[in-house]
């Protein structure tokens, strides 16, 4: 159970970190107080990730974002995908890894260059398996575009899937496809993480001067930090990782129930037995100790087969699941002790009840 919820813990941090690290997301919306709208909304644009930029051009990375939908084409294939304008900013401040290819250079945005990088799932989907796309020739709403790069793998976070994607320059999407200078976000990587708060509260009154809001006017832009995200998703994991170790503690305790119960059988079937070594001389701690032991043993052996059994499920579970689960030394150490609490705790009834038999009343059992 500990190993599934540290796997799926692991696997949310995993996917908030390829969306880019230290990451503040800015986009056009009318300020709010619970569900009621206080203010128009207005578009951020260019201007607004320039101003940006030349504010706190030493402590973050600005990478502005337009994007569509379309449908893309190489000789008989086609399929359709989002194409993402972006700036040559947005590989660093989003965290993308050229596979093969290089980024785009400020001048290709620039001249609105048509050319276009794409991801694993549009390259699987245009080419044939062992067939190199960069250099090809693709068409974007019938619009041909150079392929010049392949982005390695981000995999997908939550309802998106980040390799089924064609960046393009910011400018060619703008003038080519969407006819308009609106942005759909603004991207601003913070270089000194511990500063993300302060950044944030920078971002917004800059952008507030941009859209010249009066003080008592609500934001028409919504900023929102993924390090706050990881820590929703951070809180909510473990909220399921305590969920899991709830029903294995509900399992142990019917487990310590049924130990118990075997114990206080073995005890009056023995009864005769307790009473002859009590009459030759055993005390009751002997006797005590006996059944504790049994007891112990009994949850330890129990406690080893379960630890082969968890790990081998959680191998099978990493098979057929989105995220592989964690067995750590934390959680068999932990398993071991409590096997051996079931142990103690539920055994001590059983041998207390021996230890006080009176050898007399033992010895006439039948």
């Known amino acids: 159970m500990l190993a599934v919820g540290r796997g799926a813990q692991k696997s949310i941090s995993a996917n908030i970190e390829k969306m880019g690290s230290n990451l503040l997301i800015i986009q056009p919306g009318s300020g709010s107080r619970g569900v009621v709208q206080t203010s128009d909304s207005n578009p951020l644009t260019m201007e607004d990730a320039a101003a940006l930029q030349r504010a706190l051009g030493d402590k973050i990375r600005v990478a502005p974002e337009v994007s569509i939908r379309v449908q893309v084409k190489n000789q008989n294939k086609n399929t359709s995908t989002t194409v993402l304008g972006i700036t040559s900013s947005y590989f660093e401040a989003r965290n993308y890894q050229m596979a093969i290819g290089t980024p785009y250079q400020p001048e290709q945005d620039r001249i609105s260059d048509k050319i276009c990088i794409i991801g694993k799932a549009v390259a699987t989907a245009l080419f044939d398996e062992n067939e190199n796309p960069v250099g090809q020739t693709i068409r974007i709403n019938r619009q041909p575009y150079k392929v010049v790069g392949l982005y390695e793998e981000k995999g997908a976070t939550g309802w998106q899937d980040m390799d089924d994607q064609i960046l393009i320059p910011i400018r060619t999407a703008q003038n080519r496809m969407i006819g308009s200078t609106d942005l759909r976000a603004i991207y601003a990587s913070v270089i000194d993480v511990t500063q993300t708060t302060v950044i944030q509260s920078e971002i917004e009154t800059i952008l507030r001067k ?6 008592t006017q609500e934001n028409d832009f919504r900023i929102r930090s993924q390090i706050e995200l990881m820590e929703s998703m951070e809180t909510i994991s473990k909220s399921f990782t305590i969920l899991l170790g709830s029903i294995a503690f509900i399992s142990l305790l019917v487990g310590g129930i049924g130990i118990m119960n075997i114990l206080l059988v073995s005890v009056t079937e023995r009864t005769k037995e307790i009473g002859i070594r009590k009459a030759i001389g055993a005390y009751e701690n002997d006797i005590l ?11 330890i052996i129990g406690g080893i087969l379960g630890i082969l059994l968890g790990v081998g499920i959680s191998y099978v579970v990493g098979v057929f699941s989105p995220w592989k689960p964690i067995v750590s030394s934390f959680s ?24 006080k038999m009176n050898p007399v009343d033992a010895l006439r059992h039948e």
Do not use: D, M, N
């Open 332 to 355: 068999i150490f932990l398993s071991l002790g409590v096997s051996l609490s079931v142990g103690i705790g539920f055994g001590f009834f059983p041998a207390l009840k021996a230890a």
């Open 210 to 215: 941009q859209h010249r809001l009066r003080g």
């Open 289 to 299: 100790y006996q059944f504790l032991i049994e007891s112990i043993t009994l949850c």
